[in-house]
């Protein structure tokens, strides 16, 4: 991982941990080409209990992700967020 890398999720960390008081529900918002294999990538990281919804771009090439779960800390948050951008063409927001 670059240094880039660690400058965002630590930058990432702090806005988190300046604003939420564990647990907390967490909004996650993702951009990925409509690609059904990598939209159930992206889905598995998170649990059954997950609140997931999607919204088509106006030409159908891209889906936005919508993700609201309970999570207990920051270090679980950016997990997820370094899982996600390990699948390719995923943007996060």
Do not use: C
Not at 25 to 32: R, T
Not at 61 to 79: A, H, L, R
Request: net charge negative; hydrophobic share 40%.
């Amino acid at each position: 991982m670059s240094n880039n890398s660690n400058d965002i999720y630590d930058s990432l960390r702090k806005k988190i941990d300046e604003t939420i008081r564990w647990p907390e529900v967490f909004l996650f918002k993702f951009i990925i080409k409509a690609d059904n294999h990598k939209i159930a990538l992206l889905e598995s990281l998170f649990t059954e209990q997950a609140e997931i919804s999607h919204h088509e771009s106006s030409t159908g090439k891209y889906i936005s992700i919508s993700v609201k779960e309970v999570m207990t800390s920051t270090d679980e948050v950016i997990e997820i967020y370094k899982k996600a951008t390990a699948i390719e063409g995923v943007i996060t927001l």
